[in-house]
């Protein structure tokens, strides 16, 4: 057994336990202690080679009822700075109250991934865990994991400082008009924010991201780059963050496939 796999495989109660102290990583904590009491949250840790940092990166997946049309797959990340902890504090919020009503995302299969800083995650697992990079080299490819589709829609949320209002940028119309811009303005109303959705080309950054873990995502997979105000009052911001997740997720699962025509 390799040290990637012994690492994955320590108990739920360890991985809590050194979780504690850890800036940013602790904000996981709550996902790996709801897991262990529920079907809905998967975690498990990828393996990322980008960057030229090795590390392990946490995975929470979460999925709704397929239904009989199957599941759109959704890779979602957050935590890019080392000072943009809020986001991966939203989207563990949201995680976790989609943990109590998985019948909201019924047609989703969400890969969540709330801290993508390496690194965070690899001063992290070599202090806490005792794990050292050459140690690491030896781990599984990242592009040889087990993921049973492509992801559909890839997401990033961050924060800007400079940003005044809860922006949002998508690469198809319909995905914005029907999906993205009314979920930012009931999120808007919490932030006591303007609220602005742009349709752009879309961009090789976020397929990127998506196999730097062993993502993989399809050719035609949709964008949604949202960028949250970084002088809003934290709390407000971090709120505003988890209602317009949530609502784009609820969108989502109610439109499916069809708001992601490109006609």
């Known amino acids: 057994m390799n040290h990637f796999d012994s690492l994955t495989k320590l108990p739920f109660a360890d991985q809590c336990r050194r979780l504690a102290d850890a800036p940013g990583v602790r904000h996981l904590e709550p996902l790996y202690q709801v897991a262990q009491g529920t079907w809905c949250i998967t975690p498990r840790l990828r393996l990322s080679t980008g960057g030229g940092v090795v ?18 797959r959704v890779g979602i990340f957050a935590g890019f700075a080392r000072d943009q902890f809020d986001t991966v504090e939203a989207l563990t919020l949201l995680l976790l109250r989609l943990s109590l009503r998985p019948v909201e995302i019924d047609g989703l299969h969400l890969s969540a991934f709330p801290l993508v800083n390496r690194t965070v995650l690899h001063q992290y697992f070599v202090e806490a865990f005792g794990i050292m990079p050459d140690r690491l080299s030896d781990a599984p490819p990242s592009a040889a994991l087990n993921y049973d589709a492509p992801a559909q829609v890839l997401i990033t949320v961050t924060t800007t ?12 119309p319909q995905l914005a008009a029907e999906v993205v811009a009314p979920a930012l303005r009931s999120a808007g109303e919490q932030l006591r924010a303007r609220t602005s959705t742009h349709v752009t080309r879309a961009s090789a950054s976020l ?23 970084g002088g809003a009052d934290r709390p ?25 025509r490109t006609d």
């Open 55 to 72: 590390c392990p990166m946490p995975e929470f997946s979460v999925r709704g009822d397929a239904g009989g049309h199957g599941l759109l």
């Open 236 to 260: 407000r911001r971090v709120e505003a963050l988890v209602v317009a997740l949530h609502e784009i997720f609820r969108r989502l699962a109610a439109h499916g496939a069809w708001a992601l």
């Open 207 to 229: 397929h990127e991201i998506a196999a730097e873990v062993g993502l993989p995502s399809s050719e035609q997979a949709a964008e949604i780059h949202l960028h949250a105000p």
């Open 161 to 172: 400082p400079a940003l005044e209002d809860l922006t949002a940028r998508v690469d198809r």
